[in-house]
């Protein structure tokens, strides 16, 4: 019995932890820029989002308005995710406008899936 409530108490504290490794930002009436632990930058405009795992091994974000991308090219592609589509990206400047109809990419360098 006490194995099993152990066992119940250690799952839901990996499943609150697993949850919480998100970072996640929302901006508002301001601009933010956003430092990947891959040396890649996001320059989020005025009233976007953007949510990524902390760790950041698989190059992931997702994203809601307007966000500039400064990728460094890496082992593997950099993805950006959104209600309406995704773009894939090896190391590239990219700028990517999206709401819940349309998606815009605007490529400065460089070239995306």
């Known amino acids: 019995m006490k194995n099993s409530i152990l066992i ?27 430092d990947f632990p891959d040396g890649s930058k996001a320059y989020l ?8 795992n902390k760790n950041f091994e ?5 994203q809601n308005g307007e966000i500039f991308y400064s990728i460094t090219k890496g082992k593997s592609p950099f993805i950006v995710k959104t209600k309406t589509g995704e773009i894939k990206v090896l190391g590239t400047e990219f700028n990517v406008k999206s709401n819940k109809t349309q998606l815009e990419v605007e490529v400065e360098k460089g070239t995306v899936e």
């Not at 499943?15 to 490794?21: M, N």
């Not at 698989?58 to 997702?62: C, D, F, N, S």
Request: some cysteine.
């Open 58 to 62: 698989h190059r992931i974000v997702k």
């Open 8 to 34: 119940t108490a250690l799952a839901f504290l990996t499943l609150v932890s697993c949850s919480k490794s998100n970072t996640k930002i929302y901006t508002t009436d301001s601009f933010q820029i956003i």
């Open 45 to 52: 405009n005025k009233n976007s989002s953007l949510e990524y």
